[in-house]
């Protein structure tokens, strides 16, 4: 079993502590040495899940959008960015070199290609740039990769 993650960054604290419940939630705790969790680990739910899989024994995949990736993401987040990728079982490239909105798509589209099953930790709106959660969930329905939409009840980013 191959699951795939999508997500809104930058959530709050308390967000945040929803999160990681619905993620452990979602998560199989049976047979995870036979799943693998394939994300861009970017910080946030990203990490978290890629953290959280590794932490049960499951596999982790990385998906790179750009090799200019990593620059964009916060200083603070690097350090685990950096863990991560060293834990990683796979990685895979989409080849471009600016980490821009089409390179974060041409990522999101490589990931939902390799999953059997996509999360997102989505509010249900629209992206608010192209190749944001709202594009991802979209593009995985139209490839038929069943999709779990997690948000805590009454939350607001």
């Known amino acids: 079993m191959r699951i795939g993650i999508t997500g809104h960054r930058g959530l709050s604290a308390e967000l945040e ?6 993620l452990a939630d979602a998560l199989p705790t049976e047979d995870a040495g036979g799943l693998t969790v394939v994300s861009c680990i970017a910080d946030g739910p990203d990490a978290w899940i890629a953290e959280l899989a590794l932490d049960r024994g499951a596999r982790l995949a990385v998906v790179i959008p750009a090799q200019q990736y990593r620059d964009g993401l916060p200083e603070w987040h690097h350090a685990v960015y950096d863990r ?8 895979h490239h ?5 980490s821009d909105e089409t390179a974060h798509m041409a990522g999101s589209e490589l990931l939902v290609g ?3 099953r996509l999360i997102a930790v989505w509010d249900g709106l629209p992206a608010r740039g192209f190749g944001g959660t709202a594009d991802v969930v ?3 329905r139209r490839r038929g990769v069943p999709v779990d939409v997690l948000w805590p ?3 607001h980013r």
């Open 114 to 116: 390799q999953v059997d």
């Open 84 to 91: 991560l990728l060293r834990e990683a079982s796979e990685q």
């Open 153 to 155: 009840s009454g939350a």
């Open 138 to 140: 979209a593009y995985a």
């Open 94 to 98: 989409t080849g471009r070199v600016e």
């Open 17 to 22: 502590h929803e999160v990681r419940q619905l």
